[in-house]
């Protein structure tokens, strides 16, 4: 139901065109739109009023370069916009502590804490941590005991701890433990809280105290509302936050949360929970959030990688070809269907196109390079003079490259079928050279992307 | 931004919300004083938040009648950014202006109410005012009021779970956002409108989950039927229904893992559930209680459409509205779907899970009278 903003601005930024620059009178609608955009990804309103202007200041006498449209560059500057709020680089725990070393986590309830301290351990375990995982949740009922079933699966120390204990006098015999075990790292989760809530945040500001942790982490839902900015402005009021951990962005929520509470805090946010399984914990990229909060897919590293990794000699002796006139035959034909395979092949790409990751897993498995490379071997069984000539493939010819690349005459007259029209195509590009071609590719693959589906 | 923030910084504290017993009764006077919340730890308070299993719903009841009246849920809401935000800009008694609309707007949006649904009640506001409908900003008050009521007062539907016997009531929803708590309360609920419950610990996938749902079962003196950790749900819920039939139970209410609704594997298992469970009764679950965070934004609206395709929701229990946020996403929801929503969950006791009611939920949010 959301247009990524890709789409939602063409129509506004359409009459941008043929401007050299952008101004504030000429923007002023696209960046309603971003408004909206940034509203519907769940961004809190008081951060996107403070990302528009910032925005507006960078966009206003930009100039728009050739090689892009006013929209994709105001789109190029929202993006970095966002991407540089949201932090330059992705930090890690800070740990260097005399051991053990606290982390106290922190958040509302159900946000994903007690989940995600089994990952951190997994991942500190991973790199040759001993860590030991102690629960001060004496609310929930049976919390305690989550923690302590996840503590076996990853394999981290766990310090038993009972509902009858204040939470304070937990932590304190947790840290002792700790340090008898000679543990790294004591990862302490906390009952989830709602921020208003005076007393229980009094007890996590003397958890806090108790403890002198090196790292204290907010965990935060990615599917929160406008209400992260409250929440995040309250913990980081009571507690000194060093970190922010974004959970559930396995989900297809836009994640608006996770620029609210980077802005509002000013903490970095240190990993993302994505998955159920105590692996499934990721390092934080901020130009991905910044594209997934815009809704965008990929689309501008697909750019990127397709004039990277587009052979430019290759394609340089295509244009040329094409531009003198000459046919353009399966030889040619099989190097693009190479290119493409050395782009990371069709699933590669539909990763990078907007829409896509919201379609169901069956449906994306069913994308793969098969037919590609099919129609690869097809090729590769004819003749070099078949290639040249692909007229010269009458029906015993077809047959006979059927039987060499494992086909069906079928395949292959499909095959010549979408050669015809990538001919016919080419035909049309003889004049606008190779900068058409690729502007074309570009549009072809957009429209794939509203589509969802890819060619069969 | 600044002047927000030191709004914020500067309201009220709210009273503190006691974790300890309350009174039974659902419409309970206010308390003019609210006592403190007893030291965590201190054996009075573990007595009465966790009261023993043995003593069971008895120790609860006990602890309970010695307690003070909690506020009602009006009182709660009206403490919220949304209502105070609300509250402030009619308070100043303002002229009918587009910045009035606009600053209405901007308070509609932070309370996740959703840009296509505000946008649409302020525009009709817009619209109306611009014809001069509207005498004083009063006025304008009560036109959204009666809009926003009436976008409400067709999906508060309460549960009835009379009728059939088991009904079953089938509790879903993605990760965190209060399933298993909601149906301690609602076990609750049920008990006290003196029908037999069962539940069953379908939540087979989740560390201590089955656990957790022992523990009110303990509580409230509630059987619970499970198999515990890793086995299949379906069966789990499938046994439990056998069971609720064999004994006679009024209400069968039946835990699930929380899932993503993005992941579809997870999502075909809720299918199973209902096809097995159709095995036993052609028409259960009688009830799929779909249960949305209160703190979710809009995301919210992808999570019920995915629900519906996949088990076909039939109600909705909206959780954690004692917190800042304050719901504007039933807004959305009741605009885009219209599934009737059943209960509010305002706090963390069992009796903190009320009806849905338009209205109240309104006057805690947008005072009739300024």
Redesign the interface.
Do not use: F
């Given at each position: 139901?959301f247009d990524n903003l890709t789409q939602r601005l063409s129509a506004t930024v359409q009459r941008l065109t043929g401007r050299g620059r952008l101004t504030e009178e000429n923007i002023r609608e696209a960046l309603r739109e971003v408004r909206?955009a940034l509203?519907?990804?769940?961004v809190?309103?008081?951060v996107v009023?403070?990302l528009i202007e910032r925005i507006k200041v960078r966009a206003v006498g930009q100039e728009v370069l050739k090689s892009l449209t006013p929209g994709q560059a105001l789109i190029k500057v929202v993006r970095d916009e966002l991407t540089a709020v949201m932090g330059t680089q992705n930090a890690s725990l800070h740990l260097a502590a005399t051991p053990p070393a606290v982390v106290l986590m922190a958040g509302?309830?159900?946000?994903?804490k007690t989940t995600t301290v089994a990952k951190l351990a997994k991942h500190l375990i991973d790199h040759k941590k001993k860590v030991m995982v102690v629960s001060a949740d004496?609310?929930?009922?049976?919390?305690i005991?989550?923690?302590?079933?996840?503590a076996q699966?990853v394999g981290a120390g766990f310090v038993p701890s009972h509902?009858?204990?204040?939470?304070v006098?937990i932590a304190k015999a947790a840290v002792d433990a700790a340090r008898r075990e000679v543990a790294d790292v004591l990862i302490v989760d906390t009952a989830g809280r709602?921020?208003?809530?005076?007393?229980m945040m009094a007890?996590i500001k003397a958890l806090h105290e108790a403890l002198d942790p090196v790292e204290t982490l907010f965990v935060v839902?990615s599917?929160?509302?406008?209400?992260?900015a409250?929440?995040a402005?309250?913990f980081a009021?009571a507690l000194p936050l060093t970190g922010v951990i974004l959970t559930?962005v396995?989900?297809?929520?836009?994640g608006?949360?996770a620029l609210s509470v980077r802005y509002i805090t000013g903490r970095p946010i240190k990993f993302l929970g994505a998955g159920?399984k105590p692996d499934a914990l990721e390092p934080f990229h901020p130009d991905r959030m910044a594209t997934r909060i815009l809704g965008m897919g990929d689309v501008l590293s697909l750019i990127e990688d397709v004039q990277q990794k587009t052979d430019a000699d290759k394609a340089a002796k295509l244009a040329a070809k094409v531009a003198k006139g000459k046919r353009f035959d399966l030889n040619d034909m099989k190097d693009q269907l190479d290119q493409m395979l050395n782009m990371g092949g069709l699933a590669g790409l539909m990763e990078k196109l907007p829409g896509v990751s919201?379609l169901?897993?069956?449906v994306k498995s069913q994308v793969n390079d098969k037919e590609v490379q099919r129609m690869i071997a097809i090729i590769g069984s004819m003749t070099k003079k078949e290639r040249r000539h692909p007229d010269l493939l009458n029906g015993s010819r077809r047959a006979r490259v059927a039987r060499g690349s494992g086909t069906q005459p079928a395949d292959v007259n499909r095959l010549l079928k979408q050669y015809t029209q990538m001919e016919k195509m080419m035909g049309k590009f003889a004049r606008g050279g190779m900068k058409g071609l690729m502007r074309q590719m570009g549009g072809a693959m957009k429209g794939m992307g509203g589509r969802g589906m890819p060619p069969r | 931004m600044p002047s927000l923030w030191n709004k914020l910084a500067n309201r009220k504290p709210p009273p503190p919300v006691d974790r300890g017993p309350a009174p039974l009764d659902d419409e309970a006077p206010v308390a003019p004083s609210i006592p403190a919340r007893q030291e965590p730890g201190s054996p009075g308070w573990h007595a009465s938040a966790l009261p023993n299993i043995a003593n069971g719903p008895d120790d609860l009841l006990a602890t309970a009648a010695a307690a003070v009246p909690r506020r009602g849920w009006r009182e709660r809401l009206s403490d919220s950014g949304f209502a105070r935000g609300l509250s402030s800009l009619f308070a100043r008694n303002p002229v009918l202006s587009d910045e009035l609309l606009d600053e209405l707007e901007i308070t509609l949006l932070s309370a996740d109410v959703g840009v296509n649904a505000t946008a649409e009640l302020i525009d009709d506001l817009r619209r109306r005012m611009h014809k001069r409908e509207f005498a004083d900003a009063a006025a304008l008050r009560e036109a959204l009021r009666s809009r926003m009521v009436a976008l409400l007062e067709p999906v508060a539907q309460p549960l009835d779970p009379g009728g059939r016997k088991p009904f079953v009531l089938l509790v879903v929803g993605v990760n965190g956002v209060g399933k298993t708590t909601t149906i301690g309360k609602l076990a609750r609920r049920f008990q006290q409108e003196k029908r037999d419950v069962l539940l069953a610990a379908g939540d087979t996938f989740r560390a201590a989950a089955v656990a957790q749902l022992q523990e009110w079962g303990g509580r409230l003196g509630v059987p619970v039927c499970s198999q515990g950790q890793g086995a299949d749900s379906a069966s789990v819920i499938f046994d439990a229904l056998q069971m609720a039939d064999a004994h006679g139970k009024d209400v069968m209410i039946a835990d699930t893992a929380g899932r993503l609704h993005t992941r579809s594997g997870l999502m075909d298992e809720l299918a199973k559930v209902r096809r097995v469970l159709g095995k036993l009764d052609a028409e259960a679950p009688h009830e799929v209680l779909m249960v949305i965070d209160g703190t979710t934004g809009q995301n919210a609206i992808n999570q019920v459409r995915q629900f519906i395709d996949a088990i076909g929701v039939t109600g909705l229990a909206v959780t954690k509205l004692d917190g800042t946020a304050k719901g504007g996403v039933v807004f959305a929801l009741a605009r885009e779907f219209a599934l009737p929503i059943r209960y509010v969950g305002l706090g963390e006791r069992a009796e903190d899970l009320r009806t849905f009611e338009a209205r109240a939920f309104l006057d805690g949010l947008l005072p009739a009278s300024a």
């Open positions: 139901m909206v509203l519907e990804a769940d809190a309103l008081p009023q403070a509302l309830q159900g946000a994903g004496v609310y929930r009922p049976a919390a005991e989550q923690l302590h079933t996840l699966q509902v009858g204990e204040k939470p006098a709602t921020s208003i809530d005076e007393a007890e839902d599917m929160t509302g406008q209400d992260a409250n929440t402005r309250h009021d559930k396995d989900g297809d929520a836009r608006g949360a159920e919201s169901p897993d069956k | -």
